[in-house]
């Protein structure tokens, strides 16, 4: 296919298309004239994948050209696709020294070790987790903290589903570009839900109503 037909396909406009390739996230295709090249479906999908990271996961060009070339490296195995797409819409964090972060860390990892989760030691959500339950101990806010294992099974249900929806799709490349986008805009539907529903809970709980707290 000419480049105007993988434009049409993937909805990425040429100079787009142009601008990643330069940058190496997209390879350049066989080239069949002097200022004409021809492109096939591993350009379509790569394509797909490297809009995913940049305009959806919001990546820098760098790290979406080195999560492409560890997503499309031969020899890697399905599950580690998926993981390194994943893994690439979290940056990683450097830890706070502190008695609060070591707390949190170690919460997190009884929690992975009772809910029988498989998750590698380097998954930069264990540190975002740990992040987080960190500064809300250091906030008093340790009620909230409560709340984990509720927040874990919530997870769980939520990731059970989406991994079943996810592997429907049968193509490794169209699965991790699933990953990509569910991961980046999963998180503000989630959150956008979790708003909506805590108001409409407050208003039975406390009493309130819509028009109050509008």
């Known amino acids: 296919m000419r480049i105007a037909e993988l434009s049409r396909r993937t909805g990425v406009p040429i100079p787009t298309i142009k601008y990643y390739m330069r940058e190496g996230l997209v390879p350049p295709g066989e080239r069949t004239g002097p200022n004409q090249a021809r492109y096939g479906e591993e350009h379509v999908r790569r394509l797909r994948l490297a809009r995913a990271l940049v305009e959806v996961g919001g990546l820098p060009v760098a790290s979406a050209r080195e999560a492409l070339a560890l997503i ?23 830890r706070a020294e502190d008695e609060a972060w070591d707390e949190a860390a170690a919460q997190v990892d009884e929690l992975i070790a009772r809910r029988g989760w498989q998750v590698k030691p380097g998954n ?43 592997s429907r799709r049968g193509d490794l490349h169209a699965m991790a570009e699933a990953i990509v986008i569910w991961t980046a805009l999963g998180d503000p539907v989630l959150a956008s839900l979790r708003r909506l529903a805590q108001e409409a809970r407050a208003a039975r709980v406390l009493g309130g109503t819509a028009e109050e707290t509008a």
């Open 124 to 166: 930069p959500a264990r540190r975002t987790l740990a992040d987080a339950l960190a500064t809300l101990r250091r906030l008093g806010q340790d009620d909230y903290l409560d709340l984990l294992e509720t927040y874990a099974e919530t997870a769980e249900h939520l990731a059970d589903k989406e991994v079943r929806a996810i």
């Open 72 to 94: 499309f490296s031969s020899g890697v195995s399905e599950f580690d696709v998926l993981g390194k797409a994943q893994y690439a819409l979290t940056p990683p964090r450097e």
